[in-house]
């Protein structure tokens, strides 16, 4: 857990909940992230039981909360989370399982679990072509639950992102955001190789985009 440095115990923060992707460091996150995000929020990056995120783990989020509310000041309205890979898809389990303590999440590389859940505002960031998920490669069956979830229309517009270098790819955020929705869902189809070359990591683009999602809130 690291406080922003403004925290002075009575004036209560918002708060990010980072999950790391299977077999990396809670540290994941941190480097990403933590240079954006630390100045404003409270950050926690748990570690999973096992080398990736499972359904054996929803209770250390009821423990997090427990610490949170007991032993931080915190914002309860502004409790976030972001994740990649199986952190990712951790964020939607938790949400399938009736998860409702998030004001927004931006999961990266994530998958269906489910149908649908109670909305909550969403940045759904996903590489095209990705080899990690040869089921779904470009994210059409990912995006569905949030869309369905968030009552948006099928119908987008664009959602400007400046684009970034990763190593000598020129990186297209490919950014929408969907229509009607109740709450605000915004899709982004990558063209990052990174992770290897598999499209499967979080974007060069995602270092900024990700707070300045969070900051909107």
Same mark, same amino acid.
């Given at each position: ?40 929020? =409270?950050? =926690?990056?748990? +570690? ?18 427990? +610490?949170?509310? +007991? ?125 290897? +070359? ?20």
């Amino acid at each position: 857990m690291t406080f922003p440095s403004n925290y002075d115990g009575s004036t209560p923060v918002p708060v990010v909940i980072g999950f790391h992707a299977a077999s990396n460091p809670n540290t994941e996150i941190k480097d990403r992230l933590g240079d954006d995000l630390g100045d404003k929020y =409270l950050m =926690l990056y748990p +570690t999973s039981d096992g080398s990736g995120w499972a359904e054996s783990d929803f209770p250390k989020v009821d423990a997090i909360f427990d +610490t949170l509310t +007991t032993d931080a000041c915190i914002d309860e309205n502004r409790v976030f989370s972001t994740g990649h890979s199986s952190g990712a898809q951790f964020i939607v389990q938790l949400a399938c399982a009736g998860e409702t303590r998030f004001r927004a999440v931006a999961p990266v590389a994530s998958s269906k679990y489910c149908n649908s859940w109670q909305s909550v505002a969403a940045l759904v960031i996903h590489g095209i072509g990705d080899q990690e998920r040869s089921w779904d490669p470009n994210g059409e069956e990912d995006i569905v639950p949030y869309r369905t979830s968030n009552s948006c229309e099928e119908s987008s517009t664009e959602y400007p992102v400046d684009g970034c270098q990763s190593g000598s790819t020129q990186v297209d955020p490919g950014c929408v955001e969907f229509s009607g929705c109740d709450a605000q869902t915004i899709w982004c189809k990558h063209n990052d190789p990174q992770y290897g +070359t598999s499209h499967h990591g979080i974007p060069c683009f995602a270092d900024t985009l990700i707070p300045a999602f969070f900051d909107s809130f």
